[in-house]
């Protein structure tokens, strides 16, 4: 294997940025295009700037995203925390006790992370559900999950989710609805309701997913358990701090319905560029996604032999986009542990200056690089850790 420990995915995962860095060097922003859908944009203003250097600042930008947030997440409180994950921590350690349990239904396993590891360090029981006939909680049962669109962008079926919702509710049980891209893509694309509008007691969405914003999780719920949430949140320092609420209110101004929208019907030409020379790609909600196993049985289909294992290869494309077609993806830059899906999201905002046909030459050059140089270990080791 070329890719064998953490701290070799970190050293990929620096080699990248160094590349990034040169193409900056050399061509400036434009050289490259962020087509991961995590760009986490952060697009405050001059003004704000100046504000945030006064007492005011926090103030305003409290107050700020406590009107934006509502609009676009519903419910009657909210707070912003430092990410996601630590707003589901924080409601973990608010609302759950030791030997409680935790019951989670999502479309399609596995979940993210954060749900089971923040169940493990408060000692409850975790239990996850993908089929609704399989779903049940029990007396021990203190929070349930509800993601409404995976991390893999699987989204989860209207029915399935008022119907966990009601259950939830007859036993008086409290939902949280990890709605990280669901917010968005859920209800601008496949036209749900918001979570908060159909029962949730809470909801968290990640302001940098299927919007400009920065690495951050913007959480709604009702008065009383947001108070809870709230207070755990600052004991343990996981909320969001005044310049990253600066940030989430922007991009809460700026957010573009359109752009995903336009996202969602521009990958069909994409999928249908990209179809000859990979059979195995896929539609995803706003783009289109190729697995390692399916660039593995590409070259297979080629005659070409290799002990090169699949995820190994998708590191290999995904740095040979970066390095020769500027193309930013995941397995290049992702953290330690990221899947190895190459995955192209159009509701990126580099996905403007890019055109579809760019994009589906970059992969057939980018396959014909990844076979030259397949036979030489050498080669391979000096495009993932440069
Ligand atoms: C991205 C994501 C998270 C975590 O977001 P972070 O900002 O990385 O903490 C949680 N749940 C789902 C479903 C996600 O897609």
């Not at 954060?114 to 975790?126: D, H, M, Q, T």
């Not at 909320?239 to 609420?245: R, W, Y």
């Not at 046909?357 to 993932?384: G, H, M, P, W, Y």
Request: proline fraction near 4%; charge should be negative.
């Amino acid at each position: 294997m070329l890719v064998n420990s953490l701290t070799d995915e970190v050293n990929k995962r620096d080699a990248s940025l160094r590349i990034i860095k040169l193409i900056l060097q050399s061509d400036g922003r434009k050289g490259f295009y962020d087509l991961t859908g995590l760009a986490g944009g952060f697009p405050i203003l001059a003004e704000d700037k100046a504000l945030l250097e006064t007492y005011a600042g926090p103030a305003v930008f409290e107050e700020a995203v406590q009107t934006l947030g509502k609009i676009h997440l519903g419910g009657e409180k909210i707070l912003a925390l430092n990410r996601t994950s630590s707003g589901i921590l924080a409601a973990v350690l608010a609302l759950v006790n030791e030997g409680d349990e935790i019951v989670h239904f999502l479309p399609k396993s596995p979940a993210h992370p954060s749900i089971p590891r923040s169940a493990e360090l408060v000692g409850a029981n975790y239990r996850e559900f993908e089929d609704i006939n399989d779903f049940e909680i029990t007396d021990n049962t203190s929070l349930v999950f509800i993601t409404g669109s995976t991390m893999d962008h699987e989204v989860i079926n209207l029915k399935d989710f008022l119907r966990v919702i009601e259950i939830s509710k007859s036993n008086e049980i409290t939902v949280f609805v990890d709605d990280a891209s669901g917010a968005r893509l859920r209800t601008v694309v496949y036209k749900q309701p918001r979570a908060m509008d159909i029962g949730a007691d809470i909801t968290i969405t990640s302001t940098d997913k299927l919007m400009d914003g920065p690495r951050g999780g913007l959480m709604s719920g009702k008065t009383d358990v947001m108070l809870q949430i709230k207070t755990k949140a600052h004991q343990f320092g996981l909320e969001a701090q005044p310049p990253l609420v600066a940030g989430m209110v922007r991009a809460l101004e700026n957010l573009s319905p359109e752009r995903i929208l336009e996202a969602f019907i521009n990958k069909h030409d994409l999928y249908n560029g990209l179809i000859n020379d990979f059979k195995g790609i896929k539609e995803t909600p706003t783009g289109v996604m190729l697995k390692p196993e399916e660039l593995k049985l590409e070259l297979n289909n080629r005659d070409i032999i290799t002990d090169i294992n699949h995820n190994d290869l998708a590191y290999l494309f995904s740095m040979l986009l970066l390095r020769n077609h500027g193309i930013i993806t995941i397995p290049a830059v992702g953290m330690p542990g990221t899947s190895s899906t190459i995955r192209i999201d159009l509701a990126s905002n580099d996905a403007e200056r890019i055109t579809i046909q760019n994009i589906v030459e970059s992969f057939s050059e980018t396959l014909t690089q990844l076979i030259r140089i397949i036979d030489d270990t050498k080669a391979c080791k000096s495009i993932l850790y440069y």
